[in-house]
Every structure is written in structure tokens, then in C-alpha cells.
């Protein structure tokens, strides 16, 4: 057990009090006084000469002494602690002191203010601060000096967090499967854990708790946003309006093309087509009127053509039977001429006779010497043969050629006699057949008399209405075509315009239909976060089942330590919830919940007699108010009291031997 006792402790200069000693030997001492003489000054120079804080762990507290609107009554001075321990049985001396600077520049005639500083010293010689520091902290740590020495801190200074902390540091820790496997509850809680520390996922689940809620709570807030948005379609027909957009649309196009056909003239082909079209229908109509009689009239009319017919061929056979007449009667004659010639050419011949040329041949043609006189009659006897038989073959071929032409002639005529006996009885047929056509036109005059005319039908009488209205309108589109086109703009854009309005109410449908699309996701996101709540709370439920039954079991453990304090460790929530807590609690009333000083000071002295033992340390005990107590439960512990004494208007100390000698 290391033991650190108070032999004497000097405050000079230190908040308001100018000279103390508390000179006590590592005794029990009692400090009187009456409120504001100092007595908690006294603690507060014991800890700020350790760790440079007051018995508050403030650090930033006044040392120096103050006047009654708060000024510093007196500069430079020195404010010092000196204290005087025994520690595990050898004496040391640590002191420390905290002083104004002031510094003279050159040429200045006074001091001047530049902050200040605090000197260390230990068994009289003086160290830095580090020294000093680490000096301290090897004999006993800020945390555990603060636990130990004052009966207060455990319960009024240290954060629930730390206390449990501390309770089970001392008492001992249970491992997390042992906790589990104690509790068949939790078995599904190391896979929810995955590796994280039980704390750090309850911050996690915390966190992520409140950030649900907070969406949650959001949430019908931003769903009735959207359906306050959402537009209004209860007199509106969608189908309706799709319906009636495809007609203005039809219309639209119509017109466009209208447009079109008028400012490239089209408009005017179109009415033209109609006219021809009228015209037909006008035709059909005739027609049917006249269907009958026509019939007949374009039945003798085709019987009158044929007979025409007729009459013509029977006219050209004669015209061609005549032109043959002619032609034969131009070869006859021609034929008789040439016989008649060949026969003058025949009697000529009979009167040819041989002439020999006297002096002919008679001579040699090569030597040009005279041939004898029977080669010479050869020679004429020969010649007078040659032409008697040229002669012959003349007239043989004269008197061919004569029978010949004569026989032809014959034949043209009596062809000739032929075709005149055919034009006569063409002639009587011809009579015959226009005394028919005659009367067939006659016939057919009467016929074609005899149709109806339509102009009387009222239905022709329509079309024919038509026909002028549509060859007046264009006329009007040629000499109005701007006027026409701007007419159908107008109905263009106004068509436009009626479709733009239905468009901007059908659109309303799409704004409903994503409104409630959007408020279906915010539904079944506020059903994803309400499911991941509950996952959450589970998972904080066996949490708090862990920390309700770690602390369970730790609970008769950790009370066992200790004679009056007893500890709750977790508290049960209106919704069945665990809320941890380290409630420190003496025969059932909490620390801060109603404990007189008394227990509170005897709770705290049993606790630090506890974390003493555990700890293996003993260090003075300053117990503020102690006239609370008239009995003070027993500790190894030097203990100091700080007692409110109204007769004591200064300071008086008591130690045990002072009690004694009393």
C-alpha cells in the first residue's frame, strides 16, 4: 500500500489568506472556522499544489486576493503552497509558487506588467516544470489523487460513464460470452455487434435511431406536401381529352394542308378535280336518264354506220372494178399495137435478100496476098448460110412474140367484159343498199329526237348547282387566295390553341399520376424506415438486455466491495427501455436524490476506502462540511475535516493529539 500523509501544508498569499500552516504529522485534523475564513481554501492549496487546480478541478480560478468589487487587492506578491508529506515513509517537500513579472525597460522609470509565471520547487530546489510534473506523477496519478482525496468526487464530479467505468475496474469485468451465454437472448447479438464494441454500436443504432425519427417525423409532413400539389382533376375526363386533342389535331393537319394546297395553288386543283368529278356524276346521271333511248339510238347509229360501211366498200369494189376496166383496155391496146408492129417487122423481113461485098476476103488477113478462088467461094458460100439462118430465127421469133401480144390482148379484154358485167350488178345492189340507209337515217333522226333532257332531273339540277358553286369558288381562291389563306391560319390557330388548353389539363393527369407515384415511394419509405426502426430498437433492446444482465450479474460482485454505498447501474424506462446509469444510492435514497450530508459524506468515504484497497493507495482525505457527521465511518486514510464553526472567525485546527490533551 503506498500511503501519502500531510505532515504540514503553508498557504502564503492564496486566495485572501496571507500566512496559514497546517501543521497536523501525518495525523487526523479537524479545521474550524466560520463560513468565508478558508477552510476550503485549504483543500484548494492541498490540489493546486499537485496539479495546478482547485479542489473543483478548475484551473483558471483567482489565487490572488480581492477586494470587495473583485480587484486585486496587492501586486507583486508571491502566492505560494508549501506541503510537507511522508510518503510510503520519506519526507518530501514540493512547493510551488505563482508570481506577478514585471519588468523595467531601459529608459522607463516604473515596472511594467508583462504577465506570470510559476516557480516549482522540490525538497527545496527549484525545477522546471516538467520536473516538477513528472515528479508528481510518479508518485500518484491527477485521476486517482482526485478519487482518493476528496469524499465528494466519485459521486459529484465524475461522469456516470467514468464512475461505471471505475466500479468495474475495481470489481472486475465480465467477458462479453460470458454475458451471453448467461442470457439466451443475446445469442443473436454477437452477429449484430459484428466486431464492434457494445457502446460504439449503441452510438451507431442511437444515432441512426434519431435520424429514422426524424424522417419519420418528416415524412406525412412531406406526403401531404405532395397531395396538396396534386392537381385538381375531378371534372376532367382523360379520355375524353386524348379523344378530343386527336380530333383538333385531325382538324389541324386539315387545315394545314388546306393551307398548303392554297399558297401553292393546290387548292385550286383540288376544286378543278371536283368540277371533273361533278362533270362525271353529271354524265352517270345522264346516262341513266337517257340509258334507254340511247341504247337504241346507239344501236341504229351502229347499224347506220355499218350500212354506211357497206355502201362505201360497194362503192370502192365498183371505183376499183372501174379503174381495172381502164387499165385492161390501156394493156389491150398496147398489145394490139405491138402486134400490129411485129407484123409490119415480119413483112419487112420477107423482103431481105444475101449481098456479097465485092473485094471482100479475098486477100490473106496475116500477108495480105490474094486467096485462091475455091477458098473464096467457101467464104461466101459460108456468109450466105449465116444469114439465111439468121433470118429464119428472126421471123421465128417475130411470129412468137406477135401470138403472144395478140393472145393478150385478148385477155384484157375479155377480162374487161368480165368486170363491167360485175359493176352492173354491184350497181343494183348499191341502188338497193342506200334506199336502206336512207331510211335508217331517217329512223335514226327520229330516235335521237325522241331522248330526254336531264336539266329537268333535281338531282342533275344539283350538280349542275354545284358545278357553278365550285367554278365561283375558283374564281374566288385566284383572286383571294391571301385572303383564304389567312382565314384558314386563324382557324389554325385558334384549333392551336383549344389543343394547348386540353394539353395543360391532361398534363394534370401526369402530375397525378407522379404525385402519387411519389407519394407511394414516401409511403413505403416511411414503412422501410418504421421496419428498420423496429430492427434498430431490437437490436438496442438486447443491448440493454446485455447491459441489464452484465450488470446483473455484476451487480452483487460490485456491492459486495463496499459496506454503505450500493450502486444502480441501469434504469427501466417508461416504454420497458434500459437507460444505463450509476446512481450511487445509501439504503435505497440516490446520492443526489435526497441523501443527507452525513450518508453522502460516509458514502463517499466507504467508496474511497474501496477504490484505497483496490488501488493500493492511501492518500490524505479532505472532507468539506464535516459538522454534517457526527460520526465519521473509520478509514486507514489521513483525514481532514473542514468543519463550519461560527465561533471560530478564524481558522483553528484540532488534530487527534490536540483531542487527546482535551
Not at 466560520?34 to 477552510?39: L, P, Q
Request: glycine content about 6%; charged content about 35%.
Amino acid at each position: 500500500m503506498n500511503r501519502i500523509e500531510l505532515e504540514r501544508m503553508a498557504l502564503r498569499n492564496f486566495k485572501g489568506i496571507k500566512e496559514f500552516v497546517l501543521t497536523i504529522n501525518g495525523g487526523h485534523a479537524a479545521v474550524y472556522g466560520d463560513n468565508a475564513t478558508g477552510k476550503t481554501t485549504i483543500f484548494d492549496g492541498f490540489t493546486w499544489l499537485f496539479f495546478g487546480k482547485d479542489s473543483q478541478n478548475k484551473a483558471d480560478f483567482e489565487i490572488k486576493g480581492l477586494d470587495g468589487i473583485g480587484k486585486v487587492l496587492q501586486h507583486k506578491l508571491e502566492h505560494e503552497v508549501e506541503g510537507v508529506f511522508l510518503i510510503n515513509g520519506r519526507r518530501r517537500t514540493f512547493r510551488r509558487v505563482y508570481a506577478e513579472k514585471w519588468t523595467k525597460k531601459r529608459g522607463s522609470a516604473t515596472d511594467a506588467f508583462e504577465g506570470h509565471e510559476t516557480s516549482y520547487f522540490i525538497d527545496g530546489v527549484p525545477v522546471k516544470k516538467g520536473e516538477y510534473t513528472t515528479e508528481v506523477d510518479s508518485l500518484i496519478k491527477e485521476d486517482l489523487f482526485k478519487l482518493l482525496t476528496s469524499q465528494a468526487y466519485f459521486n459529484e464530479q465524475l461522469k456516470k460513464e467514468e464512475r461505471r467505468k471505475t466500479l468495474l475496474e475495481v470489481c472486475g469485468d465480465l467477458s462479453d460470452a460470458e454475458v451471453i451465454y448467461g442470457n439466451k437472448k443475446l445469442e443473436l447479438l454477437p452477429a449484430i455487434l459484428g466486431g464492434r464494441e457494445l457502446d460504439a454500436h449503441k452510438k451507431v443504432v442511437a444515432a441512426r435511431c434519431a435520424v429514422i425519427n426524424k424522417e419519420i417525423k418528416e415524412l406525412p409532413v412531406r406526403i401531404s406536401e405532395v397531395q396538396r400539389q396534386m392537381p385538381d382533376v375531378a371534372e376532367l375526363d382523360e379520355e375524353s381529352l386524348k379523344e378530343d386533342i386527336g380530333t383538333l389535331r385531325g382538324r389541324i393537319e386539315a387545315r394545314e394542308a388546306e393551307l398548303s394546297r392554297i399558297l401553292s395553288g393546290g387548292e385550286i386543283a383540288v376544286k378543278e378535280k371536283r368540277l371533273r368529278e361533278i362533270e362525271s356524276e353529271l354524265l352517270d346521271i345522264k346516262g341513266r336518264l337517257q340509258s334507254d333511248v340511247l341504247g337504241k339510238v346507239s344501236i341504229k347509229r351502229d347499224e347506220v354506220n355499218r350500212m354506211h360501211v357497206e355502201v362505201d366498200k360497194y362503192r370502192r369494189t365498183i371505183e376499183d372494178k372501174k379503174q381495172r376496166i381502164v387499165q385492161n383496155e390501156r394493156m389491150a391496146e398496147s398489145r394490139r399495137r405491138d402486134a400490129d408492129e411485129l407484123r409490119k417487122e415480119f413483112a419487112e423481113l420477107k423482103n431481105l435478100t444475101f449481098e456479097h461485098l465485092e473485094g471482100h476476103d479475098v486477100n490473106c488477113p496475116v500477108c495480105g496476098q490474094s486467096l485462091p478462088e475455091e477458098q473464096v467461094q467457101a467464104t461466101h458460100d459460108k456468109a450466105e448460110a449465116d444469114f439465111n439462118r439468121k433470118l429464119a430465127e428472126r421471123k421465128e421469133r417475130i411470129n412468137a412474140s406477135g401470138k403472144v401480144a395478140v393472145a393478150e390482148a385478148q385477155k384484157f379484154e375479155d377480162e374487161i367484159s368480165r368486170l363491167q358485167g360485175e359493176i352492173t350488178s354491184l350497181k343494183d345492189a348499191l341502188g338497193l343498199l342506200e334506199t336502206e340507209v336512207t331510211a335508217a337515217d331517217a329512223e335514226l333522226t327520229d330516235l335521237r329526237a325522241g331522248v330526254k333532257d336531264p336539266a329537268a332531273d333535281p338531282e342533275y339540277a344539283a350538280k349542275q348547282g354545284e358545278t357553278t358553286a365550285v367554278q365561283q369558288q375558283i374564281e374566288q381562291l385566284r383572286y383571294s387566295a391571301q385572303t383564304a389563306a389567312g382565314t384558314v391560319r386563324e382557324e389554325i390557330r385558334r384549333l392551336r390553341d383549344e389543343v394547348a388548353e386540353m394539353e395543360q389539363d391532361r398534363a394534370k393527369f401526369d402530375g397525378v399520376r407522379k404525385a402519387e407515384a411519389r407519394v407511394s415511394e414516401l409511403e413505403k419509405q416511411e414503412r422501410e424506415l418504421a421496419a428498420e426502426y423496429e430492427r434498430l430498437q431490437h437490436e438496442l433492446y438486447l443491448c440493454e438486455e446485455f447491459t441489464k444482465t452484465k450488470v446483473s450479474m455484476l451487480d452483487a460482485k460490485i456491492n459486495s466491495k463496499f459496506k454503505l454505498a450500493r450502486f444502480r447501474l441501469f434504469e427501466e424506462q417508461i416504454n420497458g427501455g434500459l437507460k444505463e446509469v450509476c446512481d450511487t444510492l445509501y439504503k435505497g435514497v440516490p446520492y443526489d436524490g435526497g441523501l443527507n450530508n452525513a450518508a453522502r459524506i460516509n458514502v463517499g468515504l466507504d467508496i474511497i476506502n474501496t477504490l484505497g484497497n483496490h488501488y493500493g493507495f492511501s492518500a490524505p482525505i479532505f472532507v468539506d462540511n464535516a459538522e454534517a457527521v457526527t460520526r465519521l465511518i473509520g478509514t486507514d486514510a489521513q483525514v481532514i475535516q473542514l468543519v463550519v464553526s461560527e465561533a471560530d472567525k478564524r481558522l483553528r485546527v484540532e488534530t487527534a493529539a490536540i483531542q487527546e490533551a482535551i
